[in-house]
T-cell receptor, first 113, second 114 residues
Framework: KAGVTQTPRYLIKTRGQQVTLSCSPI?????VSWYQQTPGQGLQFLFE???????NKGNFPGRFSGRQFSNSRSEMNVSTLELGDSALYLC????????????FGSGTRLTVV | GQQVMQIPQYQHVQEGEDFTTYCNSS?????IQWYKQRPGGHPVFLIQ?????EVKKQKRLTFQFGEAKKNSSLHITATQTTDVGTYFC??????????????FGTGTRLTVIP
């Protein structure tokens, strides 16, 4: 079966712009989580969605938002980009909750210049 | 707040030597998961431990969950070059919402010298 698909793979944006990242989970997976990975901070939890509802949220500013659609696909949006937002953004899906492990996508590498 | 610390941050070993990474939580966990991320790749789920004192093995990998459910370890016997990567633990706490709130450790980057 297809894995977790994230688009785009790479993105370069200018400070102040906004960006939308997309994630298609494994078919049947209803829980989708987003993580930011940077060399200095490791894997930082952004939010988790389940059945179109945000079920959990990390400690990120309000510029970071997300949503989940009825087909479980998810998007995350970052507004007013800052240089420090440059990172690998990973989406992970699981069946109901990550009780049996996440399946991660390959990520979107965002560079803010 | 919830913190999961992982040590060491880096480890270089000769091929054939053993390797261990340790994970410690400031609070009691519901479960712990382990992931491996190859250079340039994404984290891949290895295993989940749920029971106090649980020990699970996957070939040369041995995973342990502490009795108090606050710490865990991953031990690799006789490392091979294919073991290269960063190993993350993720401590989980079940929420009333049904979510399993995962807190990732900082990871241990393993280098294996042939």
């Amino acid at each position: 079966k297809a894995g977790v698909t994230q688009t785009p793979r790479y993105l370069i944006k200018t400070r102040g712009q906004q960006v939308t990242l997309s994630c298609s989970p494994i078919s049947g997976h209803r829980s989708v989580s987003w993580y930011q990975q940077t060399p200095g901070q490791g894997l930082q939890f952004l939010f988790e969605y389940f059945s179109e509802t945000q079920r959990n949220k990390g400690n990120f500013p309000g510029r970071f938002s997300g949503r989940q659609f009825s087909n479980s696909r998810s998007e995350m949006n970052v507004s007013t980009l800052e240089l420090g937002d440059s990172a690998l953004y990973l989406c992970a899906s699981s069946l109901i909750s990550p009780n049996y492990g996440y399946t991660f996508g390959s990520g979107t590498r965002l560079t803010v210049v | 707040g919830q913190q999961v610390m992982q040590i060491p941050q880096y480890q270089h070993v000769q091929e054939g030597e053993d390797f261990t990474t340790y994970c410690n939580s400031s609070t009691t966990l519901s479960n712990i998961q382990w992931y491996k991320q190859r250079p340039g790749g994404h984290p891949v789920f290895l295993i989940q431990l749920v029971k106090s004192g649980e020990v699970k093995k996957q070939k040369r990998l041995t995973f342990q969950f502490g009795e108090a459910k606050k710490n865990s370890s991953l031990h690799i016997t006789a490392t091979q070059t294919t073991d290269v990567g960063t190993y993350f633990c993720a401590g989980g706490r079940f929420e009333e919402t049904g979510a399993n709130n995962l807190f990732f450790g900082t990871g241990t980057r393993l280098t294996v010298i042939p």
